[in-house]
C-alpha cells in the first residue's frame, strides 16, 4: 500500500474505534436507565396490587355506621388506585422503549465490530473488497446508533412528561440501583458487622490505639523544711 492508502485505512480504523467506545457508553446508560425501570415498575405492581387487595377488601366488608366517611375513604382509594395504574402503564411504555434502545444499540456494537475487524484484516491482507465492506458495516452501525439514541430519547421524554426533571430522574435511578445492590449483598458482609455498630463501617477486632506503656514519673524530693517525719516503728 502507499503512503496516503495506509494514512486513510488508519483514519477508517481510528473512526471505527472511537464510535464502538461510543456506542459501549451508550449501552452503558441505557442498562442503568432499564434497571432502573424495571425497579419503579416492580414498585409500582407491588403498591398496584396492595391496592387492589384493598379496594376488594373494602367491598365485601360491612358498612360502618359512618357512611359518608366510607364513601370518602373509597373514594380516595378508586383514584390513588387510578393513578398508580396510569403510573404503570406509562412505565411499561418507557421500558418496551428502553428495551429496543438497547437491542439496537447492541447490534450496533456489533455491526462496528465487524467494521473494526474488517478494516484490521484490510491492512494484513490485499483486497480492496474488505474496504467496501467496512463501509457499508460502518454506515449500518451509525444509522442503528441514531435510531438507538433516538428510543433512549423517546423513553427519557415519556419519563419526564411524568412531572419528573432528567437530574431527579437520574438521581433516583442511581438511589434504587443503590438500594437493591445493598439489598442483594452477600450475608458475610452484614455479619461481620458487630452489634450496635454503624451501617458500612467494618468490623474491628482489635483497636486501632497505639499501645503505650505506662512510664514511671521520677519523684522529686522536697525541701527538709516540707518534708513530713517519718513515724517511727516500735
Known sequence: MSIEQTSQLISLILNSVLMTLLSAALIGGAWLRQNGLCLQLQQVQRQYRRLTHQQSSAKISPLKANGTK?????????????????????????????????????????????????????????????????????????????????????????????????SYSLAKILAQIAQESHRLSPRWQRSSQLPGQPTGQPATPFSLKPFSLPVPIPSKKLPSSLQRPDSSIN
Not at 127 to 142: E, K, N
Request: proline residues 1%; contains cysteine; hydrophobic residues 50%.
Open 70 to 166: 366510607e364513601t370518602q375513604e373509597r373514594n380516595q382509594l378508586r383514584a390513588n388506585l387510578k393513578k398508580v395504574r396510569d403510573r404503570r402503564q406509562r412505565l411499561i411504555g418507557q421500558y418496551r422503549w428502553s428495551y429496543t434502545g438497547m437491542l439496537l444499540l447492541h447490534a450496533v456494537l456489533l455491526a462496528f465490530g465487524a467494521s473494526l475487524l474488517a478494516l484490521a484484516l484490510r491492512s494484513l491482507f490485499p483486497i480492496d473488497g474488505l474496504i467496501s465492506t467496512a463501509l457499508v458495516l460502518f454506515t449500518l452501525g451509525v444509522v442503528g446508533l441514531i435510531a438507538g439514541a433516538s428510543c433512549i430519547l423517546i423513553d427519557v421524554a415519556q419519563g419526564n412528561s411524568g412531572g419528573d426533571t432528567l
